[in-house]
């Protein structure tokens, strides 16, 4: 079975960015903003030749999106460099998805994008446009905890809780792939997701509780 | 007279019982607001720029173009020409702009000059650290250390230690600053100490310190780095100020929490351990060195918890060019514990003798704690079958293989915990609702939860109708959350508000019912005359006669009655398997037994016994701050290579607590750092029982075990 469809699937930093002169991918996509000089068009994209192509640009001023949250159109204004991430925090006051490594590792931003995990630390918001994101703040039907999510509360499946929003949105998308989850599946489901306090035996629990519920019928892809 | 004691063992209807915490909800569902979350109405953000050398001058510093930018507000050089910096990283200036990416763009393009100058920042090897980074070794010796080790028929000598590691707290340092008017400062941190911050910041700024106000609701980890506001703080409010008032973010990027926001000291110890041919142990001698940046570090407490009559100790404080160190969880007893648990160990395997035997035989050496250490040790033994899958180093636990190797290691522990100093406010309303309020903090630990227990047990009510404020050092002053103190700390002061509280509406409504305040209990959400249900009324009837005039009860700790000590044992085996031809260690199985008095919420104490071993996997086997010696760099400031435990790395666990008769009427005690410091000691074991010999330094990676095991094979 591949497993594409249950690890997060931005590819690793390029880079090792170990010192102020270091050069990382995600560096890179935040500068590369500023880096191209390119006459302003005003109302919107140019048009650049690449390797022999017309390349539509965005930028390196803000442009306005729209992002499919929750259900919700919302609008804003970014830079082109600007992380999905840091639009949803920063601009949208949506910070239940949190920064912590913001290089793709840590798995504190996880949210679902069209169906499946993506570090939203490591997209571009205006990549995200068109796109069902699903965060964290989205699970909840009727003032009632998801499964997920109550089984968390249940096992006790948190301490600060910085890395909970992570693990409830990757641990949901993992039983909606797999309802009844083996051992390898829940490793590779929650492999990219870090606690720092040390919660993972409280989660291993969370999980065969929720994969139990969700057997019994319970509501799933909430 | 009030009586102050926690209820007896069949009257407790929370304490001890498993409790969900109350903000599990919020955490699960991203409505918790932790500062980095917060965005302020015309907020600012901040960056730093960082020294890339860990030793140099500053020659020049031209800030001129960042000021230019657009969006920039306020600029501040904090560190001026002249200025020699001491580590990697260290702040030269601020910046403020109206986003994080102008902020960045700002804080890039000032140019600082530097004069490089020589740096040291490798202390494993103690003859490599040049004669300035060392101070005068210290030395202490007990009893007569020389003949002991002449009498002694049985001695072994190895070498010890681990590195240094790093908090990795996942919210970073930092803090939101904003100033109200010209003297009057709002700060949203992420602190270990809200009651504590405000005398810091007001120092620094020159404002009485009751102007500074602190609102923390949720805070992403501290582990004991998070006590002060640091220089990036006090920047804040300065960039602040500049910018008229307007609120500043600063929290750290994730390369500068790793090289400068914590920092466990590194420990390294050659020592010499005797015994009689019974095993009886006789005396200890090491040499020892460690750091924890510039300023060095004291002797990790040698040997730990074993009371050897004859003893000679010598340490190296060694300094760094490394950022400076942090109170880590239960600070120097890891280090301590791994020495002489591994020493002792080694100790066993050359008297041909099983560790659990030999801890047993020589228990009284521990001291006043022995009959607690020796339950605790029987009882995890029987958890991980000790008797059934240990064999004798080397020659592979119950189950191995050619190459796949599996062995058992033991340890020990203790730790202080008693309770901080707290105050707290305890109101009963009219509506039958009760109210804390608290300057405390909870750091993910429980201590809402604990706060509403205490309450509701004292008022016989359920715990939903109690409510907690905390995070504001506008609320009475309660103890910064370290030493694992804030337990015991807020529970007493709870508790005996609380019981204040009470007496308060038994005066009340004494009368009503015929009665005096000393006849009346609070049981089941009825007052009534002691032992009588039937002379009762609800506790809403009892509340709604106080009318417009709610009780407060002022509680505090310290205070009268017994409601707090300190001192905790704790014992952890681990069950490991070594591949031994690719050097992995894999956790099988992980048993901890602790004590830590009465327990409050036996869920989240639980919890935080698991999370102290799985942090201590982490230690053990993967986390090391890699610092490179050319370039005086820290090679690892991410989340890639300074590696944490994944939920696959941490096998199955089984935690016991201490409790019932010995240990409840010691009332609660703090857990949060004792579970943390045995790991190593007892992981490092089980690897040696597993490969026959002891790889002498933490973390235990593929590399290290492999050149153990070489060094081994070529004698």
């Given at each position: 079975?591949?497993?594409s469809?249950?690890?997060?699937?931005?590819?690793?930093?390029?880079?090792?960015?170990?010192?102020?002169?270091?050069?990382?991918?995600?560096?890179?996509?935040?500068?590369?903003?500023v880096a191209?000089?390119?006459?302003?068009?005003?109302?919107?994209?140019?048009?650049v030749?690449?390797?022999?192509?017309?390349?539509?640009?965005?930028?390196?001023?803000?442009?306005?999106?729209?992002?499919?949250?929750?259900?919700a159109?919302?609008?804003?204004s970014?830079?082109?460099?600007?992380?999905?991430?840091?639009?949803l925090?920063n601009?949208?006051?949506?910070?239940g998805?949190?920064r912590v490594?913001?290089?793709?590792t840590?798995g504190?931003c996880?949210?679902?994008?069209d169906?499946?995990?993506v570090?939203a630390?490591?997209v571009?918001?205006?990549?995200?446009?068109?796109?069902?994101i699903?965060?964290?703040?989205g699970?909840?039907q009727n003032?009632?905890?998801?499964?997920?999510?109550?089984a968390?509360?249940?096992?006790?499946?948190?301490?600060?809780?910085f890395c909970?929003?992570?693990?409830?949105?990757?641990?949901?998308?993992?039983?909606?792939?797999h309802?009844?989850?083996?051992?390898?599946?829940?490793?590779?489901?929650?492999g990219?997701?870090?606690?720092?306090?040390?919660?993972?035996?409280g989660?291993?629990?969370?999980?065969?509780q929720?994969a139990?519920q969700s057997?019994?019928?319970?509501r799933?892809?909430? | 007279m009030?009586?102050?004691k926690?209820?007896e063992?069949?009257?407790?209807?929370?304490?001890?019982?498993?409790?969900s915490?109350?903000?599990?909800?919020?955490k699960?569902s991203?409505?918790?607001?932790?500062?980095y979350?917060?965005?302020?109405?015309?907020?600012?953000?901040?960056k730093l720029?960082?020294?890339p050398y860990?030793?140099?001058?500053?020659?020049?510093?031209?800030?001129?173009?960042?000021?230019?930018?657009?969006?920039?507000?306020?600029?501040?050089?904090?560190?001026?020409?002249?200025?020699?910096?001491r580590?990697?990283?260290?702040?030269?200036?601020?910046?403020?702009a109206?986003?994080?990416?102008?902020?960045?763009?700002?804080?890039r393009?000032?140019?600082?000059?530097y004069e490089?100058?020589p740096?040291?920042?490798n202390?494993?090897?103690?003859?490599?650290?040049?004669?300035s980074?060392?101070?005068?070794p210290?030395e202490?010796t007990?009893?007569?250390?020389?003949?002991?080790?002449?009498?002694?028929?049985?001695?072994v000598?190895?070498t010890y230690?681990?590195?240094?590691?790093?908090?990795?707290?996942l919210?970073?340092?930092?803090?939101?600053?904003?100033?109200?008017?010209?003297?009057?400062?709002?700060?949203?941190?992420?602190?270990?100490a809200v009651?504590?911050?405000?005398a810091?910041?007001?120092?620094?700024?020159q404002i009485p310190a009751?102007?500074?106000h602190?609102?923390?609701d949720?805070?992403?980890?501290?582990f004991?780095?998070?006590?002060?506001?640091?220089?990036?703080g006090?920047?804040?409010?300065?960039?602040?100020?500049?910018?008229?008032g307007?609120p500043?973010?600063?929290?750290?990027?994730?390369?500068?929490?790793?090289m400068?926001?914590?920092t466990?000291?590194?420990?390294?110890?050659?020592?010499?351990v005797?015994?009689?041919?019974?095993g009886?142990?006789?005396?200890?001698?090491?040499?020892?060195?460690?750091?924890?940046?510039?300023a060095?570090?004291?002797?990790?407490p040698?040997?730990y918890?074993w009371?050897?009559?004859?003893?000679?100790?010598?340490?190296?404080?060694?300094?760094t060019?490394?950022?400076?160190?942090?109170?880590?969880?239960a600070?120097?007893?890891?280090?301590?514990?791994?020495?002489?648990?591994?020493?002792?160990?080694?100790?066993?395997a050359?008297?041909?003798?099983?560790?659990?035997d030999?801890?047993?035989k020589?228990?009284?050496?521990?001291g006043?704690?022995?009959?607690?250490y020796?339950?605790?040790m029987?009882?995890?033994?029987?958890?991980?079958?000790?008797?059934?899958?240990?064999?004798?180093?080397?020659e592979?636990?119950?189950g191995?293989t050619?190459?796949?190797k599996?062995?058992?290691?033991?340890?020990?522990?203790?730790?202080?915990?008693?309770?901080?100093?707290?105050?707290?406010?305890?109101?009963?309303?009219?509506?039958?609702?009760?109210?804390?309020?608290?300057?405390?903090q909870?750091?993910?630990?429980?201590?809402?939860?604990?706060?509403?227990?205490?309450?509701?047990e004292?008022?016989?009510?359920?715990?939903d109708q109690?409510?907690?404020?905390?995070?504001?050092?506008?609320?009475?002053?309660?103890g910064?959350?370290?030493?694992?103190?804030?337990i015991?700390g807020?529970?007493?002061?709870t508790?005996r508000?609380?019981?204040?509280?009470?007496?308060?509406?038994?005066?009340?409504?004494?009368?009503?019912?015929?009665t005096?305040?000393?006849?009346?209990?609070?049981?089941?959400?009825?007052i009534?005359?002691?032992?009588?249900?039937?002379?009762?009324?609800?506790?809403?009837q009892?509340?709604?006669?106080?009318?417009m005039?709610?009780?407060?009860a002022?509680?505090k700790?310290p205070?009268?009655?017994?409601?707090?000590?300190?001192g905790?044992g704790g014992v952890?085996?681990?069950?490991?398997?070594?591949?031994?031809?690719?050097?992995?260690v894999?956790?099988n199985?992980?048993?901890?037994?602790?004590?830590?008095?009465?327990?409050?919420?036996?869920?989240?104490?639980e919890?935080q016994?698991?999370?102290?071993?799985?942090?201590?996997?982490?230690?053990?086997?993967?986390?090391e701050k890699?610092?490179?010696?050319q370039?005086?760099?820290?090679?690892?400031?991410n989340?890639?290579f300074?590696k944490?435990?994944?939920?696959?790395?941490?096998?199955?666990?089984?935690v016991h607590?201490?409790?019932?008769?010995?240990?409840?009427?010691?009332?609660?005690?703090?857990?949060?750092?004792?579970?943390t410091?045995?790991?190593?000691?007892?992981?490092?074991?089980?690897v040696?029982?597993?490969?026959g010999?002891r790889v002498?330094?933490?973390?235990l990676?593929?590399?290290?075990?492999l050149?153990?095991?070489?060094?081994?094979r070529?004698?």
């Amino acid at each position: 079975m591949s497993s594409s469809d249950e690890r997060h699937d931005n590819p690793q930093d390029l880079h090792e960015n170990g010192s102020q002169s270091g050069v990382s991918r995600r560096n890179f996509l935040k500068g590369s903003g500023v880096a191209l000089t390119i006459p302003l068009v005003a109302g919107g994209e140019k048009i650049v030749k690449a390797a022999g192509a017309d390349v539509p640009v965005l930028g390196p001023g803000k442009v306005n999106i729209t992002l499919n949250i929750n259900g919700a159109s919302r609008t804003t204004s970014v830079e082109p460099r600007i992380t999905l991430l840091d639009a949803l925090r920063n601009d949208l006051d949506i910070t239940g998805a949190k920064r912590v490594c913001d290089r793709a590792t840590c798995g504190a931003c996880t949210v679902v994008m069209d169906g499946n995990v993506v570090y939203a630390c490591s997209v571009l918001a205006i990549e995200a446009q068109g796109k069902k994101i699903q965060t964290v703040e989205g699970l909840e039907q009727n003032g009632r905890l998801h499964p997920v999510q109550q089984a968390f509360v249940d096992n006790d499946a948190q301490q600060c809780g910085f890395c909970t929003p992570g693990f409830v949105m990757a641990c949901k998308n993992m039983l909606d792939k797999h309802p009844a989850p083996t051992h390898e599946q829940i490793e590779m489901g929650l492999g990219g997701n870090l606690c720092r306090c040390g919660t993972y035996h409280g989660i291993k629990a969370a999980v065969a509780q929720a994969a139990r519920q969700s057997r019994r019928g319970g509501r799933r892809n909430g | 007279m009030a009586e102050y004691k926690w209820p007896e063992e069949g009257k407790r209807k929370h304490i001890g019982k498993r409790i969900s915490r109350v903000d599990g909800p919020d955490k699960v569902s991203g409505k918790a607001k932790y500062t980095y979350d917060i965005n302020r109405p015309g907020m600012l953000f901040a960056k730093l720029v960082r020294s890339p050398y860990a030793r140099a001058k500053i020659v020049s510093i031209d800030t001129s173009a960042a000021e230019k930018m657009p969006g920039v507000k306020s600029v501040r050089v904090i560190q001026q020409p002249g200025a020699e910096i001491r580590w990697a990283g260290d702040e030269i200036v601020a910046v403020a702009a109206v986003d994080e990416s102008s902020a960045e763009d700002a804080a890039r393009a000032v140019k600082i000059v530097y004069e490089k100058l020589p740096h040291f920042v490798n202390e494993a090897d103690l003859a490599a650290a040049p004669a300035s980074y060392r101070r005068q070794p210290t030395e202490q010796t007990k009893g007569d250390p020389d003949t002991a080790f002449k009498e002694a028929e049985v001695v072994v000598e190895n070498t010890y230690g681990n590195d240094v590691m790093t908090h990795c707290c996942l919210e970073a340092h930092g803090l939101i600053a904003e100033w109200e008017d010209d003297n009057k400062l709002l700060v949203h941190p992420s602190t270990q100490a809200v009651s504590g911050n405000g005398a810091e910041l007001a120092r620094a700024l020159q404002i009485p310190a009751g102007n500074v106000h602190l609102k923390m609701d949720h805070m992403g980890g501290g582990f004991g780095s998070k006590f002060p506001i640091d220089r990036w703080g006090i920047e804040a409010a300065r960039l602040s100020k500049l910018a008229g008032g307007k609120p500043v973010k600063v929290m750290l990027e994730r390369d500068a929490e790793l090289m400068l926001a914590g920092t466990r000291p590194s420990a390294y110890a050659k020592v010499k351990v005797g015994a009689k041919k019974d095993g009886t142990i006789v005396a200890w001698e090491s040499e020892s060195w460690g750091s924890g940046g510039p300023a060095g570090t004291g002797m990790p407490p040698y040997p730990y918890v074993w009371q050897i009559p004859n003893t000679k100790t010598k340490h190296h404080s060694i300094s760094t060019d490394v950022g400076p160190q942090r109170a880590w969880r239960a600070p120097n007893h890891p280090q301590a514990c791994l020495v002489t648990m591994g020493a002792l160990e080694d100790l066993a395997a050359k008297l041909n003798m099983d560790p659990l035997d030999f801890v047993i035989k020589n228990i009284e050496l521990t001291g006043a704690r022995a009959n607690v250490y020796k339950d605790e040790m029987m009882k995890a033994a029987e958890m991980i079958e000790w008797k059934k899958i240990w064999r004798p180093r080397g020659e592979g636990g119950m189950g191995s293989t050619k190459t796949l190797k599996r062995g058992l290691g033991l340890s020990l522990h203790t730790w202080g915990g008693g309770g901080h100093a707290s105050n707290c406010d305890v109101t009963i309303n009219s509506d039958g609702t009760v109210d804390v309020k608290m300057g405390t903090q909870d750091l993910g630990v429980g201590t809402r939860t604990a706060i509403r227990i205490v309450a509701a047990e004292t008022f016989g009510i359920p715990i939903d109708q109690v409510k907690e404020h905390i995070g504001d050092n506008s609320y009475p002053a309660s103890g910064s959350s370290g030493g694992s103190t804030t337990i015991g700390g807020i529970s007493a002061s709870t508790r005996r508000g609380s019981i204040d509280a009470l007496n308060m509406l038994f005066e009340k409504i004494a009368p009503s019912m015929n009665t005096t305040a000393d006849k009346l209990e609070a049981v089941d959400g009825k007052i009534q005359v002691i032992g009588s249900p039937n002379n009762s009324m609800t506790w809403k009837q009892a509340c709604a006669k106080l009318g417009m005039q709610p009780i407060t009860a002022r509680g505090k700790n310290p205070g009268p009655g017994n409601l707090t000590s300190a001192g905790v044992g704790g014992v952890q085996m681990a069950d490991v398997t070594v591949d031994i031809e690719t050097g992995v260690v894999k956790m099988n199985n992980f048993v901890a037994v602790q004590d830590c008095g009465l327990i409050i919420d036996m869920k989240t104490t639980e919890s935080q016994v698991f999370g102290a071993m799985i942090m201590g996997i982490g230690y053990a086997l993967y986390e090391e701050k890699i610092m490179d010696s050319q370039t005086g760099r820290m090679l690892n400031p991410n989340m890639e290579f300074y590696k944490l435990a994944g939920l696959a790395d941490i096998g199955n666990f089984k935690v016991h607590m201490m409790t019932g008769k010995g240990y409840d009427e010691r009332g609660p005690i703090g857990i949060g750092e004792p579970p943390t410091v045995s790991p190593g000691a007892a992981i490092s074991n089980a690897v040696a029982n597993a490969i026959g010999v002891r790889v002498p330094t933490l973390p235990l990676t593929p590399d290290r075990v492999l050149a153990a095991l070489e060094k081994e094979r070529r004698g």
